[in-house]
């Protein structure tokens, strides 16, 4: 269930760094001025001296001497507050690297004063639970980066580990795997994000360039559970996105090859992405948003043109030698101004950690429970049996003790028993031992019965102090009187906001109705009034015509940088072709195109497994080598390889597949079949020679022209039909001589004489 709201737009807030001690020892002249009262900018352009400033109005804009928490009271609060009543929120943080983004989202650590977004914001929302009553909350917070279009979770222990995104209809795009961490105050959510912070230094090389082309992002979910009207618990989930991008400045490419290439149009891809989903947005007449073409998008889709509300930070420098970039800077915040999101509370969605976890909570003690009134009736019944004391079960005594008594009173019991057993001697000594044993297993059961409530009730003790509950200091008079100050500073804020708004509502009005009042006493007078009137109409049109200009240039620029970095793509296409056609056989580039698919989940080319066409099953993959390499390479290859131009031995570039392994031309062994005879006989031969029977009269008879039964020949010594085959052996000694004689020599088995 949700209550739908009317659409509102993204709010747009610009702010003005000062200039820093370079600048100012350069002495660069500052070409921004900023009008808090009217909400305005104006660039005025410093080589163009009769040129009028380039204005461009904001939702609230803030100077060089803004302080984070005015910012925070003014612009942040409120969408945290409605984080807190379970809509979806998110901050940007856009701007040139060096203006402030870092500082406007995490600002200055140690330093109250200095304090960003994402601090305040922590104060912000546990402050809130501990002075609310008759809720629970959960609050969980997650920080990731977004780096050449791949997701690491700054949480996570393994660093290398990139994450994917996936997709449920019901909950949307979110990040497999991503670790969220139960935190339950401000500390510790500070914690959080202090180890992110490590991790993100600690994972990069050089930190200045790796911050200013990644993206970092901060979410905190806040889960409140409250009882509503109709008697049901219900839950509100706020997701909280507070979002570092990567640095507006334009990458330059010239010049880059091959890894270096791909890289530079990874860099900002999720930042031209972001610009084109807001254009499309903008203009009505797309109907296609291309939320899928980078990472960031899909990401943060609901928080541009979906269920979130949104606020948009600017960052620019106030030097002249930034000019360039400050206009692109102010134009795309101009646009995304224009942003149109349906806030709604997310009210009992199906992934709520909170629900899940007070379902497991109430499992766990109606368990406990049950064990309890077990063992209360056991007790009851015990009292009842052995000494009849009518005392009533004491109801008002605790659980937690009245469970410590049962066992003792347990086991006391059982050691008396014990102890009586040893000493009745009444009692024959197998009996005695056999009751030991058996009082010896319930004190032993007894033990693990007590061992698993311990842990039950352990564990909802764990769960419980996930939830948070707030109401405890709420008479706090020093907290009272913080709650009436923070409240006075909003209304002073959102008087301010009235203020500005109405300023720049009467500003152009009276555009529009100064034509109507006037009225004229003389021609001379209209004239000169109609006059002075068509300059500063004129002066409006040259700005706006000044503008188009400004920004068909823009656009030219950026054609032209799209142009060359699609020249540069082609040529590089057309070297790996190249390199295919005369390299790489046919039959392999067939092989290959057979293999290659389209991950659509992944969205890249992946390559099938090299299966068997005829049987379905997997080959052996091949036996690495050395590691990342396609086969073992010589050091001096490796050395050439990377000092050398020359591209003999760049060849492991060519083709990074796995080894395809020829098919199979030979056949497993089979034993050959053997004919019965043949393996009787064979059997015969190998037994020992003791047991051997000649039949000489039947191997006589076989010398001559009868042939023998088959019986006599299988015991026949040789057992090698064969000999019949070879009556040429002349110096055979087994000519007979005379019946009975020892004719034979001794059976040697096989050994052929
Ligand atoms: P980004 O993250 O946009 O690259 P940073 O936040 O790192 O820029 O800011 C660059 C420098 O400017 C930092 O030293 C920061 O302290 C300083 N700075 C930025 N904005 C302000 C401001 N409003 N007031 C004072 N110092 C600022
Ligand atoms: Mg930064």
């Given at each position: 269930m949700s209550k739908a709201k009317s659409?509102?737009?993204?709010?747009?807030?610009?702010?003005?760094?000062?200039?820093?001690?370079?600048?100012?020892?350069?002495?660069?002249?500052?070409?921004?001025?900023?009008?808090?009262?009217?909400?305005?900018?104006?660039?005025?352009?410093?080589?163009?001296?009769?040129?009028?400033?380039?204005?461009?109005?904001?939702?609230?804009?803030?100077?060089?001497?803004?302080?984070?928490?005015?910012?925070?009271?003014?612009?942040?609060?409120?969408?945290?507050?409605?984080?807190?009543?379970?809509?979806?929120?998110?901050?940007?943080?856009?701007?040139?690297?060096?203006?402030?983004?870092?500082?406007t989202m995490e600002g200055v650590r140690n330093d109250p004063e200095k304090r960003g977004v994402i601090p305040n914001s922590f104060e912000h929302i546990f402050t809130h639970i501990s002075r609310s009553q008759n809720q629970q909350y959960l609050v969980r917070a997650s920080y990731l980066e977004i780096y050449q279009e791949e997701i690491r979770d700054l949480l996570s222990k393994d660093q290398s580990h990139r994450l994917e995104l996936r997709e449920r209809p019901d909950t949307g795009v979110y990040v497999k795997d991503l670790f969220s961490y139960v935190t339950k105050s401000?500390?510790?959510?500070?914690?959080?994000?202090?180890?992110?912070?490590?991790?993100?230094?600690?994972?990069?090389?050089?930190?200045?360039?790796?911050?200013?082309?990644?993206?970092?992002i901060f979410v905190i979910t806040v889960e409140c559970s409250e009882l509503g009207v109709d008697g049901e618990n219900h839950i509100r989930v706020?997701?909280?996105?507070?979002?570092?991008?990567?640095?507006?400045?334009?990458?330059?490419?010239?010049?880059?090859?091959?890894?270096?290439?791909?890289?530079?149009?990874?860099?900002?891809?999720?930042?031209?992405?972001?610009?084109?989903?807001?254009?499309?947005?903008?203009?009505?007449?797309?109907?296609?948003?291309?939320?899928?073409?980078?990472?960031?998008?899909?990401?943060?889709?609901?928080?541009?043109?979906?269920?979130?509300?949104?606020?948009?930070?600017?960052?620019?420098?106030?030097?002249?030698?930034?000019?360039?970039?400050?206009?692109?800077?102010?134009?795309?915040?101009?646009?995304?101004?224009?942003?149109?999101?349906?806030?709604?509370?997310?009210?009992?969605?199906?992934?709520?950690?909170?629900?899940?976890?007070?379902?497991?909570?109430?499992?766990l003690k109606k368990q406990l429970e049950k064990r309890m009134g077990k063992k209360k009736r056991r007790r009851r019944r015990k009292r009842d049996g052995s000494d009849g004391d009518e005392l009533e079960d004491g109801e008002t005594e605790?659980?937690?003790?009245?469970?410590?008594?049962?066992?003792?009173?347990q086991q006391e019991k059982l050691e008396q028993e014990k102890v009586a057993i040893l000493e009745d001697h009444s009692l024959v000594a197998e009996e005695k031992e056999r009751l030991l044993r058996e009082k010896e297993k319930k004190m032993e059961d007894l033990r693990r019965e007590r061992e698993v409530g311990e842990m039950l009730a352990a564990k909802v003790k764990a769960m419980e102090s996930k939830l948070l509950v707030g109401g405890k200091n709420i008479v706090d008079h020093t907290n009272e009187q913080q709650r009436m100050l923070e409240l006075r500073r909003q209304e002073i804020a959102e008087q301010k906001r009235r203020e500005r708004e109405m300023q720049q509502q009467m500003e152009s009005r009276d555009e529009?109705?100064?034509?109507?009042?006037?009225?004229?006493?003389?021609l001379q007078q209209e004239v000169d009034i109609k006059t002075k009137k068509l300059k500063k109409l004129f002066s409006k049109?040259?700005?706006?015509?000044?503008?188009?200009?400004?920004?068909?240039?823009?656009?030219?620029?950026?054609?032209?940088?799209?142009?060359?970095?699609?020249?540069?793509?082609?040529?590089?296409?057309?070297?790996?072709?190249?390199?295919?056609?005369?390299?790489?056989?046919?039959?392999?580039?067939?092989?290959?195109?057979?293999?290659a698919f389209y991950d659509e989940e992944d969205e890249s080319w992946k390559m099938k497994a090299i299966s068997r066409t005829d049987e379905d099953h997997q080959m052996m993959s091949r036996p690495p080598s050395a590691v990342s390499y396609r086969r073992p390479l010589s050091h001096f290859a490796l050395t050439c390889q990377r000092m050398n131009s020359d591209p003999r031995y760049k060849a492991e570039n060519i083709l990074m597949v796995d080894l395809d392994l020829p098919a199979r031309t030979t056949k497993d062994y089979q034993e050959p079949v053997i004919a019965p005879q043949v393996a009787a006989a064979l059997e015969d031969a190998l037994r020992d020679e003791d047991e051997v029977q000649v039949d000489a009269s039947g191997f006589r008879s076989s010398l001559g022209a009868a042939p023998p039964a088959s019986?006599?020949?299988?015991?026949?010594?040789?057992?090698?039909?064969?000999?019949?085959?070879?009556?040429?052996?002349?110096?055979?000694?087994?000519?007979?001589?005379?019946?009975?004689?020892?004719?034979?020599?001794?059976?040697?088995?096989?050994v052929p004489k």
């Amino acid at each position: 269930m949700s209550k739908a709201k009317s659409s509102e737009s993204v709010k747009v807030v610009v702010r003005c760094r000062p200039m820093n001690d370079k600048e100012k020892a350069s002495k660069f002249e500052a070409v921004v001025s900023v009008n808090v009262k009217l909400g305005q900018i104006m660039v005025r352009n410093p080589r163009e001296a009769g040129a009028l400033p380039k204005v461009f109005t904001f939702d609230s804009v803030y100077d060089s001497s803004s302080k984070q928490i005015d910012l925070y009271d003014e612009t942040f609060r409120p969408l945290v507050d409605s984080v807190l009543l379970g809509f979806n929120g998110t901050i940007f943080a856009y701007g040139q690297t060096g203006t402030g983004k870092t500082y406007t989202m995490e600002g200055v650590r140690n330093d109250p004063e200095k304090r960003g977004v994402i601090p305040n914001s922590f104060e912000h929302i546990f402050t809130h639970i501990s002075r609310s009553q008759n809720q629970q909350y959960l609050v969980r917070a997650s920080y990731l980066e977004i780096y050449q279009e791949e997701i690491r979770d700054l949480l996570s222990k393994d660093q290398s580990h990139r994450l994917e995104l996936r997709e449920r209809p019901d909950t949307g795009v979110y990040v497999k795997d991503l670790f969220s961490y139960v935190t339950k105050s401000a500390q510790e959510i500070e914690g959080v994000m202090n180890l992110g912070n490590q991790n993100r230094s600690v994972g990069s090389t050089n930190m200045n360039e790796h911050s200013s082309r990644s993206h970092a992002i901060f979410v905190i979910t806040v889960e409140c559970s409250e009882l509503g009207v109709d008697g049901e618990n219900h839950i509100r989930v706020g997701k909280l996105n507070l979002v570092d991008l990567a640095g507006s400045e334009r990458q330059t490419k010239t010049g880059a090859q091959g890894e270096r290439l791909k890289e530079a149009t990874k860099i900002n891809l999720s930042l031209s992405a972001l610009g084109n989903v807001i254009s499309a947005l903008v203009d009505g007449r797309c109907s296609h948003i291309p939320y899928r073409d980078s990472k960031l998008t899909r990401l943060l889709q609901d928080s541009l043109g979906g269920n979130a509300r949104t606020v948009m930070v600017a960052n620019i420098g106030p030097a002249s030698y930034n000019m360039e970039e400050t206009l692109t800077t102010l134009r795309y915040a101009n646009r995304a101004k224009n942003i149109k999101n349906k806030p709604r509370i997310n009210e009992d969605p199906k992934d709520a950690l909170l629900g899940e976890l007070q379902e497991q909570i109430a499992k766990l003690k109606k368990q406990l429970e049950k064990r309890m009134g077990k063992k209360k009736r056991r007790r009851r019944r015990k009292r009842d049996g052995s000494d009849g004391d009518e005392l009533e079960d004491g109801e008002t005594e605790d659980d937690e003790s009245e469970g410590g008594d049962y066992w003792r009173e347990q086991q006391e019991k059982l050691e008396q028993e014990k102890v009586a057993i040893l000493e009745d001697h009444s009692l024959v000594a197998e009996e005695k031992e056999r009751l030991l044993r058996e009082k010896e297993k319930k004190m032993e059961d007894l033990r693990r019965e007590r061992e698993v409530g311990e842990m039950l009730a352990a564990k909802v003790k764990a769960m419980e102090s996930k939830l948070l509950v707030g109401g405890k200091n709420i008479v706090d008079h020093t907290n009272e009187q913080q709650r009436m100050l923070e409240l006075r500073r909003q209304e002073i804020a959102e008087q301010k906001r009235r203020e500005r708004e109405m300023q720049q509502q009467m500003e152009s009005r009276d555009e529009e109705t100064l034509e109507l009042k006037e009225t004229y006493s003389s021609l001379q007078q209209e004239v000169d009034i109609k006059t002075k009137k068509l300059k500063k109409l004129f002066s409006k049109l040259q700005a706006v015509k000044a503008e188009i200009q400004d920004i068909q240039e823009g656009h030219i620029k950026e054609r032209q940088e799209h142009e060359q970095t699609q020249n540069e793509l082609t040529r590089e296409l057309k070297l790996k072709h190249l390199i295919i056609e005369n390299f790489i056989p046919l039959e392999e580039k067939n092989k290959i195109l057979h293999r290659a698919f389209y991950d659509e989940e992944d969205e890249s080319w992946k390559m099938k497994a090299i299966s068997r066409t005829d049987e379905d099953h997997q080959m052996m993959s091949r036996p690495p080598s050395a590691v990342s390499y396609r086969r073992p390479l010589s050091h001096f290859a490796l050395t050439c390889q990377r000092m050398n131009s020359d591209p003999r031995y760049k060849a492991e570039n060519i083709l990074m597949v796995d080894l395809d392994l020829p098919a199979r031309t030979t056949k497993d062994y089979q034993e050959p079949v053997i004919a019965p005879q043949v393996a009787a006989a064979l059997e015969d031969a190998l037994r020992d020679e003791d047991e051997v029977q000649v039949d000489a009269s039947g191997f006589r008879s076989s010398l001559g022209a009868a042939p023998p039964a088959s019986g006599s020949l299988k015991k026949s010594k040789s057992g090698r039909p064969t000999t019949r085959k070879k009556p040429s052996t002349p110096a055979s000694p087994i000519s007979p001589r005379g019946p009975g004689s020892a004719l034979y020599p001794k059976p040697r088995g096989l050994v052929p004489k």
